[in-house]
């Protein structure tokens, strides 16, 4: 399984971004998908987790109701929809794979992240 991530950049905090995520695999409907991110410093920290159909997510307390997780089976595509963000949300932001029951705690395929920085 190979993981491409995009869609990072510089905004101004209140502002919006959404990431994108594409796997190269044979079935993508049989893998959880998770977004991550890592502040320079700082532990890897979980920010969402997606089930292997739409109606299934989670996120931590630190972006519940402003990230919005979703995937397009049709395109193998994760998305993180990231409103409202906060100089605090600045980091690189890795997607990630596993099988189901694996996300956040055993994540077996990573790609490589995309920088997101947000201004005060």
């Known amino acids: 399984v190979q993981l491409q991530a995009w869609g990072g950049g510089l905004v101004q905090a209140g502002g919006s971004l959404r990431l994108s995520c594409t796997a190269s695999v044979r079935t993508f409907s049989n893998y959880v998908m998770g977004w991550f991110r890592q502040a320079p410093g700082k532990e890897r920290e979980w920010v969402s987790c997606?089930?292997?159909?739409?109606?299934?997510?989670s996120y931590p307390d630190s972006v519940k109701g402003r990230f919005t997780i979703s995937r397009d089976s049709a395109k193998d595509t994760v998305y993180l929809q990231m409103n409202s963000l906060k100089p605090e949300d600045t980091a690189v932001y890795y997607c990630?794979?596993?099988?189901?029951?694996?996300?956040?705690?055993?994540?077996?395929?990573w790609g490589k992240g995309t920088q997101v920085t947000v201004s005060s």
């Open positions: 997606i089930g292997v159909s739409e109606g299934s997510s």
């Open positions: 990630a794979a596993a099988i189901p029951g694996g996300c956040p705690h055993g994540m077996d395929y």
